[in-house]
């Protein structure tokens, strides 16, 4: 009975993606019966759901692969509670089966959204907007896991605050959005991803870690040989050189070379990315102009007349870390933020202090943006790697910047230069005078969140220990940011993992005593593009708000 049963579910199957795929290509040819073309397609749509949505044990979505987490230092059972929790609290939505025609993916020229509410509100309430996301056919999605992000801004008054997404799970979204000033302001919709691409970025995470691949060189004397490297490597198939750090745990493999020593490793940069497990069909969801990082239309309009505050009015309790007005950042977590105009400014905050700054190309911007100020003492490092320093003798102050270990994508750099945080940061001293930064994310999008979890928690229990050293230490941790994005970016480097390294981060350094600079809204309230290494201006208010925590002024957030 159950062989008959499936023979019939096969059946029906291919009869109906047949019958489909005849449709579509005679839509051309039949613009007269679009109506029932689009019917008689919606009514497949339904049946290849119903016939699927029974057997989704035969047909799992999460694959359990290995991503070599036998390769780090066991959990404890506290660590593995954690870390179960954190990847429950990420879980994402998505489509019941995968590998259905793209037409019936999410499209957001044909999604829209509604402004709720009247046409005039005031300031402190709160905008609240639906939107309704629909397939290619202009039928509405069944399943939530489209990756939205949204801004309200003001362009005349160089005004924007990110709003927050809630999906339903069922094609539709509720955006809030808090009203902080009065003016004409503008709806913005973006869906980065539908959730079609979303599972394709699941797959690629869980059975491709080393699809950004890395090479070490070797040297000893006359000879030179250069293999690859990584977290996970197919150790079964060549003899590997274990570079695990003996304080941390933290893996790292090369393959051995042909006939050089594993201590003849000199030099680590990146190799390359792999495409071999790319199809035509996973392709099809990052296009750019079609489906990759597109704005939602507004059904009616996309804009509200904000009012001043009305007598008696309720305030909210906004969730936002602030907002911008004439580009300058609001925090709206009670911190007083200064504006640190020139050297003298910035020299005077500073005097007397150390700075430490780890991690990637990210906080090497803020470091960059401080040299300007205080000189850069000539290390000889190379260009954009690092380590580096700058010295200010008359001032007495003094800022170090090293990149974090290895997985790092760089030129290439001696080894002996990369050294893991955690390891740093337990040779700091700390004390009242003393700052450090931590940027630690841009990296690790490739790889599973599990091995990300593992970086941090031992960066974490390293800060634990400063901070019971010296507890006056100020410690900023630096979140991801939004940055541009192509197809090629959008397949390895998309914001939909820098999203759940996000969520990550601030879960597993909550409670701490640290402070949090929230990159991602600063870079999402913010008109400019976006980029991996935001514009000046982004840069002057973050580091305006950190240089106010320096001072003092920021220390009660």
């Not at 291919?14 to 040819?29: D, E, T, V, Y």
């Not at 630096?478 to 601030?506: C, F, M």
């Amino acid at each position: 009975m159950m062989g008959y049963r499936t023979k019939f579910v096969v059946i029906f199957i291919l009869l109906a993606l047949s019958g489909f795929m005849l449709l579509i290509s005679n839509i051309k040819s039949l613009e007269n019966l679009r109506g029932q073309v689009i019917f008689t397609i919606s009514e497949i749509q339904k049946s290849v759901h119903s016939v699927f949505q029974p057997t989704e044990i035969l047909l799992p979505l999460e694959v359990n692969h290995t991503y070599c987490a036998h390769l780090g230092q066991e959990l404890t059972a506290e660590e593995a509670k954690e870390e179960r929790s954190l990847l429950n609290s990420i879980a994402w939505p998505g489509p019941l089966v995968q590998g259905l025609p793209v037409e019936f993916s999410s499209d957001p020229a044909k999604s829209y959204f509604v402004i709720q509410g009247p046409a005039e509100q005031h300031v402190g309430g709160q905008l609240v907007v639906e939107v309704h996301v629909q397939n290619f056919l202009g039928l509405p999605k069944k399943h939530g896991g489209d990756f939205l992000i949204a801004r309200l801004h003001s362009p005349k008054l160089g005004a924007g605050v990110a709003g927050k997404v809630h999906d339903h799970k069922d094609g539709n979204y509720t955006v809030l959005f808090p009203l902080l000033w009065a003016g004409v302001v503008q709806v913005e919709i973006t869906m980065v991803h539908p959730s079609e691409a979303v599972a394709v970025l699941k797959r690629f995470q869980k059975e491709q870690p080393d699809r950004v691949f890395f090479k070490s060189q070797f040297r000893s004397g006359a000879l030179s040989d250069s293999t690859e490297c990584n977290v996970c490597l197919p150790l079964n198939q060549k003899p590997f050189c274990n570079y695990t750090d003996p304080l941390t745990g933290e893996p790292w493999y090369c393959y051995k070379p042909k006939i050089l020593g594993c201590d003849t490793r000199i030099q680590h940069h990146i190799g390359g990315y792999r495409t071999d497990g790319i199809t035509e069909y996973d392709e099809m969801f990052f296009q750019r102009g079609v489906n990759l990082k597109v704005r939602i239309p507004a059904s009616v309009t996309d804009q509200v007349t904000v009012l001043p505050e009305a007598p008696g009015q309720i305030k909210l309790n906004y969730t936002a870390a602030g907002y911008y007005y004439h580009d300058t950042w609001r925090p709206l977590n009670g911190a007083v933020m200064r504006e640190f105009p020139d050297s003298a400014a910035i020299t005077q905050c500073l005097r007397g202090k150390i700075l430490y700054m780890f991690g990637d190309s990210t906080v090497r911007q803020w470091f960059e943006y401080l040299t300007a100020f205080v000189p850069e003492f000539n290390t000889h490092s190379p260009k954009r790697v690092g380590p580096f320093m700058a010295v200010d003798f008359r001032n007495n102050i003094l800022m170090h910047f090293r990149l974090h270990g290895p997985p790092i994508r760089c030129n290439p750099v001696f080894t002996s230069k990369l050294r893991y945080v955690a390891n740093e940061l337990d040779r700091i001293q700390g004390g009242p005078d003393t700052v450090v930064f931590v940027s630690v994310w841009a990296h690790f999008n490739n790889f599973p969140i599990e091995m990300y979890i593992r970086r941090l928690r031992h960066i974490r229990k390293a800060l634990v220990r400063l901070l019971n050293r010296e507890p006056d230490t100020l410690v900023v941790i630096r979140t991801p940011n939004l940055h541009s994005i192509t197809p090629n970016k959008g397949l390895y480097g998309s914001e939909w993992y820098y999203l759940q390294i996000d969520a990550v981060l601030r879960a597993m350094f909550r409670g701490l005593n640290v402070q949090l600079l929230d990159a991602w809204e600063m870079t999402l309230a913010h008109h400019l593009p976006h980029d991996m290494h935001p514009p000046p201006i982004i840069i002057k208010n973050a580091m305006n708000l950190i240089l106010s925590h320096i001072c003092g002024d920021g220390k009660n957030s």
